[in-house]
């Protein structure tokens, strides 16, 4: 092996850092003693939670000191997302509620949208202004000209009072921007969806394929743990990417594929797997539809095939497909989360369903379980009244399998156009920062600009803030109670999340601001209880148990009703689709007219002097949401550009220089990014973690610092099947001389 | 008693979760920390090893940092934890500088402070936070001398090395290679 040795201290806090001065020495030597004393104090007041950091929701502790101050988070012990060890950013959870940049209190625009030109309001006069719009917005055009976009838990409550309002659009970007292509793609295959977390079992698995996934990088809690435990009982981890990721430096097998090619690499596995017969016979039989067509529809795409087009050797291609098939049925071609990438997504998907389901890895140990959700009674409330229009009517032939409100679609149809009726008037948005979030930031401000009423509900000021009518500050998961956590895993399992202190300032839980709106819009009916915690406790009570309980233990684990966390051997399964079985072949997909069976089609590459930008995360931070967390901002606080060493070579970059971006279609990075040259990436493409170049400057920790990727993603690979906004098509330039800010070709 | 640890560099993932679950424990400073991560890549692309580790205190028998603090601050204590007392130490950074590890820093306070293997909650018979976070398990505390303990155990399965062993500080924070 070449010696060629890169030595990075990641967090590197304190290091170089002097004695400290005059001002440090104030402190006695015994009060320096008792100041030491204190910081190491077993803590025991504590109070359960589950985290809003991210989507993963792990179950925990908030520990408090004497005088009520939270001091940290750590996790439950019997909750199955994490198994008493939360991820960095759930320990650095404390950073969310002791941001010093947190929204104080209600805000109304005073100026024009987006000059963030706001006065501080009363609750009461914000919900006025609101309730005032909705009714106008309700009158002149209809409620279905109100739209939800919602990221987190407090979305539960106005997706309530939209839905009694009469709109159906609830809109989450985890679907269309993330997702939504793995759920449809494994839809349409075994009749089910693969959810959050995900239903794989890796910590029984034998091997496991990342395809484009970084697990270890996305600190998704328990797979990090699960393949942690899978490393430790000596499983086969395969990783494809065309950067050496976290995993690919834990992986027996690394294959640095093409960026754009990973569906004929998938292609050529289910060849292999098939024509040396290594596929699981008596599995394929009895529970699949269309292996004949399959057969044939991958008898050319073989690994030569496959080596033209992905780089990747064709004998470690067979070889890595044998590895899948000796470890079958425990295996798992991991389908991955944010997979919106080339606008073939959900075809891509597909051959990774595929995959599984020839290996026989799907509802077998080691590969993908059947998920047990608990389910709490709602309060009853008048049934919501049937929408007259939906999002849908505006896109005839349009994403037929869509099986929710595309937050993309919902964006396009607000955008004036004569050949749209429902153009949505009013958007409420709760815990996601669209302009970060969508693709195309041109398309979203249009979208915002035409709208007579915006509302932000968010614990910070984001970009997305900055161009709401009224703002309204929600306190920090730590400050609220929630609905129980009920999500999908091995057993059925809930959890409660209960206040830890006051809020802070003049921010309020959105329960309760959902429920004043409610109020003012005559549909308060749909909010039976006047307190959440008695609705907790009266939801509790109908399983035989109560707030109190739940307030000691924090989780409450159930058994399953039946014993079938796998399938029985020879058990007669019924799959949710068409055919009744496992679809190789997808009826359903047919149906919408598209190919049955996925199909290779080649994508644009770079042109000369520009590189493809894949971006990712880093597992210290969680998009915008953290990116000003002092914790977390302490160990990452910009991202960098990872450049390969050649392409480096042939710039003049040097890692820590800082350059802008600019992208195939002019468009500039709004501020500099700085380098790293680095080995662990290929000459075609750039990396960056998203989430970074935040240009709300209220945000005082992060204002500036990196760049931002989806200021770069202006052009979108839409999934004609499902709606999905492929973001990898984009292509960066460098601009080195930071002064002219010329580009240099 | 002869406490130590050891990190798994092969399950370590770099998340820098003991990082963030150590500055909440001991109230350190933000933009101070006790312990760190590294990474460190051989080779060039596409072959490639990647290496990722959590550091902090080696908790050398043969301390340099002991030996040279003109106060004795810094100290050993039961269990062969190296220890600064904030009272006695007057921030001279002899300390800081004689450390081949870079393990210590001045905290603001005015003395200087470093990991302490959480002696306060190993004192209760609890893990420091630091094990008892991650997310991957890859930290093992414990008695050397007891050949039950999870550090023992695991020594004596696994290959492994320590960190600058020419300096002959005699370091107890083992790495699993």
């Given amino acids: ?745 | 008693m002869r406490y130590a640890m050891a990190v798994d560099t092969k399950k370590c993932v770099g998340c820098s979760d003991c990082v963030v679950a150590c500055q909440t424990e001991n109230n350190v400073p933000i933009g101070f920390c006790r312990d760190w991560v590294v990474e460190v890549i051989d080779g060039t692309y596409p072959q490639l090893e990647v290496e990722l580790r959590s550091e902090r205190c080696n908790h050398c028998e043969n301390a340099p940092c002991v030996r040279c603090c003109p106060t004795g601050a810094s100290h050993i204590a039961e269990g062969g934890i190296v220890l600064v007392k904030p009272g006695k130490c007057i921030g001279c950074g002899a300390c800081i500088a004689s450390c081949p590890y870079d393990a210590r820093f001045p905290h603001p306070k005015g003395y200087v402070d470093k990991c302490t293997f959480c002696i306060h909650r190993v004192k209760q018979g609890m893990k420091p936070s630091c094990v008892s976070v991650c997310p991957t398990k890859c930290m093992y505390f414990g008695d050397l001398d007891d050949p039950n303990s999870d550090v023992s155990q695991v020594l004596k399965k696994r290959k492994h090395k320590t960190l600058i062993p020419e300096a002959g500080t005699l370091p107890q924070l083992y790495f699993l290679i």
């Fill in chain 1, 1 to 745: 092996m070449a010696t060629r040795r890169q030595f990075i201290r990641i967090t590197t806090m304190g290091a170089g850092a002097v004695i400290a001065g005059a001002a440090g020495y104030k402190l006695l030597g015994n009060e320096r003693n008792a100041a030491h004393k204190a910081a190491e104090a077993v803590l025991t007041g504590r109070t359960p939670t589950y985290c809003e950091i991210c989507f993963w929701k792990c179950a925990g502790w908030v520990y408090r000191d004497e005088n009520g101050a939270i001091k940290k988070i750590t996790g439950n012990n019997e909750d199955l997302n994490c198994n008493g060890r939360f991820c960095p950013r759930g320990t650095g959870g404390v950073g969310m509620y002791y941001d010093e940049d947190r929204l104080r209190t209600p805000l109304i625009r005073t100026e024009e949208r987006g000059k963030q030109s706001f006065r501080e309001a009363t609750w009461d006069e914000a919900f006025d202004y609101i309730a005032e719009k909705i009714k106008v917005i309700s009158a002149e055009h209809g409620p279905e000209c109100l739209a939800l976009f919602t990221h987190g838990s407090g979305g539960k409550y106005f997706s309530t009072l939209l839905r009694a309002l009469g709109s159906p659009h609830i809109a989450a970007p985890s679907y269309a921007q993330c997702r939504g292509p793995r759920e449809v793609a494994f839809q349409a295959t075994f009749g089910e969806a693969i959810e959050s977390p995900e239903r794989t079992d890796i910590r029984d698995t034998k091997c496991l394929v990342l395809i484009g996934s970084h697990i270890g990088e996305n600190m998704h809690n328990g797979q990090v743990q699960e393949m942690s435990d899978a490393i430790d009982k000596g499983a086969t981890i395969i990783t494809v990417d065309p950067r050496y990721s976290t995993a690919a430096g834990k992986s027996k097998y690394w294959l640095p594929i093409k960026p754009a090619t990973d569906l004929a690499l998938l292609l050529a596995w289910i060849n292999v797997i098939i024509t040396e017969e290594l596929y699981d016979k008596p599995y394929v039989e009895k529970y699949t539809y269309g292996f004949e067509y399959l057969r044939d529809h991958v008898k050319n795409m073989t690994p030569e095939w496959a080596y033209g087009i992905t780089t990747i050797d064709p004998t470690v291609i067979r070889e890595t497909a044998r590895e899948m098939a000796n470890a079958a049925p425990a295996v798992i071609v991991h389908p991955g989360r944010h997979v919106t990438w080339y606008g073939d997504d959900t075809q891509r998907m597909r051959a990774v369903a595929i995959l599984n389901a020839i290996l026989g890895s799907w509802g077998r140990r080691g590969g993908f379980y059947r998920p047990e959700t608990f389910s709490i009674a709602e309060p009853e409330h008048p049934p919501f009244p049937t929408p007259k229009r939906s999002w849908r009517t505006e896109f005839p032939d349009l994403y037929k399998l869509a099986d929710t409100v595309l937050a993309n679609g919902v964006c396009d149809a607000t955008v004036p156009d004569p050949s749209r009726h429902c153009q949505f008037q009013g958007w409420i948005v709760n815990g996601t920062n669209l302009i970060e979030t969508l693709p195309n930031q041109e398309n979203t401000l249009k979208a915002i600009q035409s709208l007579q009423l915006l509302v932000v509900i968010d614990t910070m000021p984001m970009e997305i803030t900055g161009w709401a009518d009224v703002v309204l500050p929600e306190c920090t998961y730590l400050e609220r109670y929630d609905d129980l956590r009920v999500g999908p895993h091995r057993k059925p399992q809930i959890a409660l999340r209960m206040p830890a202190t006051e809020p802070l300032y003049n921010t309020k839980p959105a329960f309760w601001m959902a429920r004043e709106l409610a109020k003012r819009l005559g549909v308060i009916d749909y909010f039976p209880f006047e307190k959440i915690e008695d609705q907790l406790d009266w939801q509790l009570k109908q399983i035989g148990s109560s707030l109190e309980e739940m307030k000691k233990t924090g989780v409450k684990t159930f058994e399953r009703p039946y014993e079938d966390l796998y399938f029985a051997p020879g058990e007669n399964v019924e799959f949710y689709t068409p055919s009744g079985k496992i679809e190789l072949y997808s009826l359903s997909i047919e149906e919408a007219g598209f190919d049955p069976m996925p199909k290779y089609t080649p994508h644009e590459e770079p042109p000369e002097g520009y590189y493809r930008l894949n971006y990712g995360r880093a597992p210290m931070h969680t998009f915008s949401r953290t990116a000003n967390n002092p914790n977390l901002t302490d160990l990452m606080d910009e991202n960098s550009l990872w450049v390969n060493p050649g392409v480096a070579k042939e710039w003049g970059l040097t890692s820590g220089q800082y350059i802008y971006l600019e992208n195939q279609d002019g468009k500039r990075s709004e501020f500099p990014i700085k380098v790293r040259v680095t080995e662990r990436i290929r000459w075609d493409s750039v990396y960056m973690v998203h989430g970074f170049g935040h240009d709300q400057k209220k945000l005082k920790r992060c204002y500036g610092k990196g760049a931002s990727d989806t200021n770069l993603i202006t052009k979108v690979l839409v999934d004609p099947i499902m709606g999905g906004t492929g973001m990898r098509g984009n292509f960066v330039t460098f601009i080195t001389d930071l002064k002219s800010g010329e580009a240099r070709s």
